[in-house]
């Protein structure tokens, strides 16, 4: 599968042609984070199977991927959250403006 990246989007993981990054992130999902955080920096996009995710290893690199001036990340912890460990965290008061 071959993608066409834009000017200033960030970093594809190579992965394999099938599954992209599926198999290592699977494998060890947080040393593959880690790894590929010192690979790549703090933003970059990785490819499971046929799902296209972009990453943010740090809360305050945001302001490369959004346009908005204040972007809280209490919503996307939340869900998070449920995916991954199904608590819920009633208030966050994690807003950042720049």
């Known amino acids: 599968m071959f ?4 000017a200033g989007e960030p970093a594809l993981v190579r992965g394999s042609l099938m599954m992209g990054n599926a198999v290592d992130f699977a494998r060890d999902a947080v040393s593959f984070l880690h790894n ?8 970059f996009t990785l490819r ?3 799902q296209y995710l972009t990453i943010v ?4 690199s945001y302001t490369a991927l959004s346009k908005e001036r204040n972007f809280d990340f209490g919503v ?6 449920l995916w991954t460990a199904w608590l819920y965290i009633t208030t966050t008061g994690s807003s950042f403006s720049y």
């Open 76 to 81: 996307i912890q939340k869900q998070v959250l």
């Open 3 to 6: 993608v066409c990246r834009r």
């Open 48 to 50: 499971l199977i046929n």
């Open 36 to 43: 590929t955080q010192r690979s790549y920096g703090n933003v």
């Open 57 to 60: 290893m740090d809360p305050h």
